[in-house]
């Protein structure tokens, strides 16, 4: 509901917009700018992807390949949500003319690249260190874009509840038990 409700003040300019862009001239530009700078590169593609790839690594050598199948399967989901969106969207960038920036690539990246590790993790690391650290990556990322002046504040905003419903779906997966056996047993975890 909060990914449909920001789209359509976006598509339609209406009073959250308007606050978006308030919002935004508050805080753009505050924070240390290596700072910001480098919670930013939390959300690409060479950061994150690593990250997620030491995760599925780590579950496919204990055996869990339907685990990392589904976590893969849902960050190749990613791009092919985004890009349209920001195709059909148009939205400009809060320092730029340039279009395509709603919704923000690097939160989404960011979101379900550390979130899918977190979830793919659970069975081998205590969720008390998977799940906030997948947290505090995202945030930290969506603060760094929203400071540095990359995004609005709706566009990160939009992308939790997007990319939200992504990790929802994958935890629904990895919770439903594999058929056959031991190895099935094991693929389960």
Same mark, same amino acid.
């Given at each position: 509901m909060?990914?449909?409700l920001i789209?359509w ?7 959250l917009?308007?606050?978006d ?6 805080v753009v530009g505050h924070g ?6 480098t919670?930013t ?6 950061v994150?992807l690593p990250v997620?790839?030491v995760a599925l #690594? ?5 055996? *869990?390949?339907?685990?990392v $199948?589904? +976590?893969?399967?849902t960050?190749?989901v %990613?791009? &092919?949500?985004v ?6 969207t148009?939205?400009p960038?809060?320092l ?5 920036y709603?919704?923000s690539g690097?939160t989404a ?10 979830l793919v ?6 969720r ?5 650290a997948? #947290?505090l990556l995202?945030v930290?990322t *969506?603060s760094?874009?929203v $400071?540095r +002046?990359y995004?609005?504040?709706?566009? %990160?905003? &939009? ?5 939200g ?9 990895l ?14 975890d």
């Amino acid at each position: 509901m909060a990914f449909a409700l920001i789209t359509w003040q976006v598509l339609a300019g209406g009073a959250l917009l308007r606050a978006d862009e308030r919002l935004d001239r508050a805080v753009v530009g505050h924070g240390p700018r290596a700072l910001t700078e480098t919670l930013t590169d939390l959300g690409s593609m060479p950061v994150a992807l690593p990250v997620l790839a030491v995760a599925l #690594a780590w579950a496919l050598w204990r055996g *869990a390949r339907a685990r990392v $199948l589904a +976590g893969a399967l849902t960050m190749a989901v %990613v791009p &092919a949500l985004v890009v349209p969106l920001k195709i059909w969207t148009d939205r400009p960038g809060p320092l730029t003319d340039a279009t395509g920036y709603y919704p923000s690539g690097h939160t989404a990246t960011a979101m379900v690249a550390y979130g899918t590790a977190a979830l793919v993790l659970l069975p081998y690391v205590d969720r008390r260190v998977t799940v906030p650290a997948a #947290a505090l990556l995202t945030v930290a990322t *969506a603060s760094g874009l929203v $400071l540095r +002046g990359y995004h609005w504040p709706l566009d %990160v905003v &939009a992308s939790g509840a997007l990319c939200g419903l992504l990790l929802l779906a994958l935890g629904a997966v990895l919770r439903i038990p594999a058929v056959g056996g031991a190895a099935g047993a094991r693929e389960s975890d």
